[in-house]
């Protein structure tokens, strides 16, 4: 059985941080990705890592602001949130893919999901 879940959320000032925590457990090892989805937007991925932890990816939207981690298959992942803007703002989501890599990964690779978080960036 598959459980993925998010914590962390909250309220933030821009130019503020936030981590946020994801906990899994299914059978074997893979990649772990993050979501996110504002009011009346599309939901779009916002980082992923490998089940090693070697290999990251992000898009443009948030590299160099937000850092994916983890210390094995096995552990939480974290999602450092660093210079956060108002457009961050948004229920962020983790997910279990069904693969080790984050090679072009899409929400088609997604094999359970958490509830998600919610993430406001205000002042």
């Known amino acids: 059985q598959w459980q993925v879940a998010e914590s962390g959320g909250g309220l933030v000032q821009p130019g503020g941080s936030l981590r946020l925590s994801c906990v899994h457990s299914g059978l074997g090892v893979y990649a772990i990705g993050w979501f996110r989805q504002a009011p009346g937007k599309e939901r779009e991925g916002v980082s992923c890592i490998s089940s090693s932890g070697d290999s990251t990816n992000y898009p443009d939207s948030v590299k160099g602001r937000f850092t994916i981690s983890r210390d094995n298959a096995k552990s939480p992942v974290y999602l450092q949130m660093n210079k956060m803007k108002p457009e961050d703002t948004a229920v962020y989501y983790c997910?279990?893919?069904?693969?080790?890599?984050?090679?072009?990964?899409?929400?088609?690779?997604?094999?359970?999901w958490g509830q998600g978080t919610q993430v406001t960036v205000s002042s």
């Open positions: 997910a279990a893919l069904k693969r080790v890599g984050c090679s072009a990964w899409t929400e088609a690779d997604i094999r359970a």
